[in-house]
């Protein structure tokens, strides 16, 4: 856990409570189309582009494509 989390979002990692429909859809969709993880991992692997949690003072997500071109280089430089 970081030293420092929001109130609003306090990290939980896989005992988080909460779904995310992206998320959801992502990996419904493989496990539809693969059957078994072993399928899948015979030949894919899943990569997080952004693993890094970025929000506002009131833990409202901010995600990249909101970011204006200097924060974009100073996350790239990271």
């Given at each position: 856990k970081?030293?420092?989390e929001h109130p609003k979002r306090q990290i939980h990692g896989l005992s988080c409570p909460r779904s995310e429909?992206?998320?959801?859809s992502f990996w419904s969709y493989l496990a539809?189309?693969?059957?078994?993880?072993?399928?899948f991992?015979?030949?894919c692997?899943?990569?997080?582009?952004?693993?890094?949690?970025?929000?506002?003072?009131?833990a409202k997500n901010i995600t990249p494509p909101e970011l204006k071109?200097?924060?974009?280089?100073l996350l790239l430089h990271l």
């Open positions: 970081p030293k420092k429909v992206s998320g959801q539809e189309t693969c059957k078994t993880p072993e399928k991992f015979q030949h692997y899943v990569h997080n582009y952004c693993p890094i949690s970025m929000m506002t003072a009131t071109a200097n924060e974009k280089k």
